[in-house]
């Protein structure tokens, strides 16, 4: 079993992470000279449901992170971080300006 490197963000970024779908599109179908529905197929999954993930409407499920982890040979857990770092993102941005009129308290746990 090999050891995988966690990169852990200390600082929240100026823009977005890319979505999933991006290295997707833009580094491994590429790479590994395959059509959408090629892909697609390959994935069993519909070139609709692929394309919507490429086009970064969709997000990776836990589902989808085990056929692209399986299909890339890297695992699941980059699929799921990079979706879950760009989902907290956008969240934030979005509550950018509710989040100062939320009180903070300090728990035990």
């Known amino acids: 079993m090999t050891k995988q490197t966690e990169y852990l963000v200390t600082q ?13 599109r833009d580094t491994v179908l590429p790479a590994l000279g395959l059509s959408v529905s090629e892909a697609a197929r390959q994935l069993r ?3 609709q449901t692929l ?3 490429l086009a970064g409407t969709h997000a990776v499920t836990p589902a989808m992170a085990v056929r692209l982890g399986k299909f890339c040979g890297n ?9 879950q770092a760009h989902d907290l993102w956008q969240a934030q941005e ?3 300006d509710e989040l100062p ?7 035990a746990a």
């Open 101 to 107: 009129h939320i009180p903070t308290y300090q728990t």
């Open 75 to 83: 695992g699941p857990e980059l699929w799921l971080r990079m979706q």
């Open 51 to 53: 394309h919507r993930i």
């Open 12 to 24: 929240r970024p100026n823009r977005s992470p890319s979505h999933p779908g991006a290295l997707l």
């Open 45 to 47: 999954v519909s070139r």
């Open 94 to 96: 979005q509550l950018r």
